[in-house]
């Protein structure tokens, strides 16, 4: 934000006559360069404009210099040498705001039109030490659209697309009516002439007598109040012609159903004096059905309270009033129910409804508004700053945003690629402090490219955490690529190694609590699903298979008889085996083959062999079932591909040792040609879990390069 030049040390009476020096120096200046005739003119349109604003003589002074400084008949160090110094400050800042314009192809209704003007209407506000400043600018718009009309009309449209869409809702915003109408009525004129014309000759009234009219009519209101002792405060204005357009285009209604084009406003000091007052309205006056509305009794959604009528007044005029207390017109005015906001449409931001209500407290006749400045200046939109892209686009950003910000804020893409930045110009790098009016271009390479470092506070690339957070969910998203690859990869590996081929993917994400395969894949990368958790969910998947209804009562054991590892159905104490060729392991889905002389031969049901036998000798299969045998253990046999090298077998069998896994036989083959050892094991394990985790820990070891259980 610009600073503000010391207190001056005039004196009062200095102070007081600084618009007539100023004047007489202005003036002097044109005797000297004819040429600055026409600024010097503009100078005094402005500050006629302005004066009755009660801005202050300094800042009247600095309208009247303001149009000779932008054509370059003056400057600081002139108004310093002519004792105008405490000019230099706002003249140098009206010059500031001066150079900023919508671009010039920018349309209203056009992607992103409502928030780029709405970016420039904070800008000309955070610019400034003193928002009092702004309406000097404002002033100088209508001074433009007045005499506008000898200009061409691609050049009227244009400026009367910025007055309208800039300059009169700063003026509406700012609580400033008297330049807000006009301005409004200007655009109008040059955006829709015809309509503009057929409003204006139905009306059949200069604004000039309808001002009249409102005027008798609130003195006949207000004496009527007084007369029933009822204390009123009545002011009226007649609509302007903008205002009746808008509403005929809101309420879909032809002008003569446009009740408040003429309006009194009432206020009083409680709630029962409304309704007193709308009592005494409607008893003077008829009023028209249907266009009563009791938003005290029924508030809008936005808070706002008042009563309004139509009634048919003096010379069977029809006028609105509304009728409300002093707190509900401060509500109105200054709260949630702000006029401006209703009439824009615009979104909710407390932030900045919190600094437009501190603002327009400067524009209140109080007789504190010294200290009032002080106190704004360091608090108001301190916390913003707003820079131009190279198109003219406004992006605001939080205070002490980088360029780097301003990329990510542009589009996030072009945060992704940035890889430098010009400001003004100038090539800068990327922790620079943005600055209220840059105008920044962001270098850009073919590919994305985000930095971790980007993501430390310390190092300064990134202020606002939006800007980071975008950082960060590129980086999550290329990590996640990357963990779906390890994911599929470790679970294929884990299906693989325990020789697992009949599992739905499906059911071992819903078993994993994963919504989807993806995320599963996901999870298992990132470690968030560890390989004994997917190997506890493929042994519950395989104990939890619903059985067949029909199954057959196990016949009682022997109190003497051992828990056995099988429970065939039927029959009981038949000799089995686990079949050599597919090694089940508890709780795999297992089936009993009946061999000649061997007892019954258990297979795996995925078993190549057993779907053999099957298919030979169907009526030799029979259904069998783990046991409950508390400490069973099941053969299973391992397959270690290592480089060999010292110690290796040593280090294997410590393994097994550690999770207390037997050894029934072991051979090691070891190739000298290619240095590698392959040790083959036969391992006593108490299910599949204590399988995978056996697996798991072997390939941890030094040189093992796979470990696979055989089949």
């Not at 008297?178 to 009234?205: C, G, M, S, T, V």
């Not at 906001?341 to 006749?365: C, V, W």
């Not at 975008?470 to 996640?480: E, N, T, Y």
């Amino acid at each position: 934000m610009v600073t503000t030049q010391p207190e001056n040390r005039q004196t009062r009476g200095e102070t007081a006559d600084i618009v007539g020096r100023t004047r007489h120096f202005v003036q002097g200046l044109a005797e000297h360069d004819p040429g600055l005739g026409a600024a010097v003119e503009e100078g005094a349109a402005i500050a006629d404009i302005v004066a009755p604003l009660g801005l202050g003589a300094p800042l009247v002074a600095a309208a009247l210099a303001y149009p000779v400084a932008r054509e370059g008949g003056t400057g600081p160090e002139a108004l310093e040498r002519a004792g105008l110094g405490e000019l230099a400050a706002p003249v140098t800042e009206l010059l500031q705001l001066g150079r900023f314009r919508l671009p010039p192809d920018w349309q209203p209704g056009e992607a992103l039109a409502v928030s780029q003007s709405e970016a420039l209407r904070k800008m000309l506000l955070a610019l400034v030490s003193d928002p009092r400043i702004v309406v000097i600018r404002i002033a100088e718009q209508l001074h433009r659209m007045r005499h506008a009309r000898a200009a061409a009309p691609e050049e009227q449209r244009a400026l009367a697309i910025e007055t309208r869409e800039i300059f009169a809702a700063l003026a509406n915003r700012l609580g400033i009516w008297q330049l807000k109408w006009e301005l409004e009525d200007l655009a109008f004129r040059f955006l829709e002439p015809e309509q503009y014309a057929r409003i204006a000759r139905a009306l059949n009234e200069k604004r000039a007598e309808r001002e009249a009219v409102i005027e008798s009519l609130r003195r006949i209101v207000a004496a009527e109040l007084a007369k029933n002792d009822i204390p009123a405060e009545v002011t009226g204005r007649p609509k302007h012609i903008y205002s009746i357009w808008r509403k005929m285009q809101r309420k879909n209604r032809g002008l003569e159903q446009i009740f408040d084009v003429t309006a009194l406003r009432v206020l009083v000091p409680s709630v029962r004096d409304c309704y007193a007052a709308l009592g005494v309205v409607h008893n003077r006056w008829s009023w028209l059905p249907g266009e009563f509305d009791d938003y005290i009794a029924n508030p809008k959604q936005n808070d706002y309270r008042s009563l309004h009528t139509a009634v048919i007044g003096p010379g069977g005029r029809v006028m609105e009033v509304q009728i409300r207390t002093h707190e509900m017109h401060r509500q109105a005015e200054l709260g949630v129910a702000a006029h401006w906001r209703y009439k824009e449409g615009t979104a909710p931001s407390a932030a900045f409804d919190q600094k437009i209500r501190m603002l327009r407290q400067i524009f209140e006749p109080t007789g504190e508004d010294g200290d009032l400045l002080e106190q704004l200046r360091g608090d108001v939109f301190e916390d913003r700053v707003y820079a131009f892209s190279p198109k003219g686009d406004v992006v605001e950003m939080p205070a002490g945003a980088t360029p780097l910000d301003f990329a990510y804020h542009v589009h996030t893409e072009i945060g992704h690629r940035c890889r430098g930045a010009r400001v003004n110009g100038r090539i800068v790098p990327l922790t620079y402090t943005v600055k209220n009016g840059d105008r920044i271009e962001i270098i850009t390479g073919k590919e994305p490219q985000p930095s971790r470092d980007w993501l430390s506070p310390l190092s300064g690339y990134l202020v606002s955490p939006r800007s980071r957070a975008k950082v960060r969910s590129w980086f999550r998203q290329q990590d996640r690529d990357q963990n779906r690859r390890q994911g599929r990869e470790i679970l294929d590996r884990e299906l693989v190694r325990l020789n697992l081929k009949d599992v739905a993917i499906e059911t071992i994400a819903e078993r994993l609590r994963q919504p989807d395969v993806d995320a599963l894949y996901v999870a298992l990368g990132a470690g968030d699903v560890t390989p004994a958790a997917l190997a506890r969910a493929l042994q519950q998947l395989r104990g939890d298979e619903p059985q067949p209804d029909t199954t057959l009562p196990r016949p009682a054991a022997r109190p003497d008889a051992p828990a056995r590892r099988f429970a065939i159905r039927g029959v009981d104490d038949l000799l089995c085996n686990l079949a050599r060729c597919c090694r089940p392991v508890a709780p795999e889905d297992i089936a009993g083959y009946i061999t000649k002389g061997r007892g019954v031969s258990i297979h795996r049901k995925d078993c190549g062999n057993f779907a053999n036998l099957q298919s030979r000798h169907p009526e030799r299969v029979i259904e069998v079932e783990w046991g409950a045998a508390a400490d069973a253990t099941f053969a299973a046999e391992l397959v270690v591909q290592a480089y060999d090298r010292q110690g290796l077998l040593r280090d294997v069998l410590g393994v097994l040792v550690d999770e207390k896994v037997g050894v029934t036989a072991s051979s090691t083959r070891t190739d000298r040609q290619r240095l590698q050892a392959t040790i083959e094991l036969e391992i006593a394990v108490p299910g599949l879990a204590a399988l995978s985790r056996v697996i798991s820990r072997i390939e941890q070891l030094p040189n093992v390069t796979s470990v696979r259980r055989r089949t």
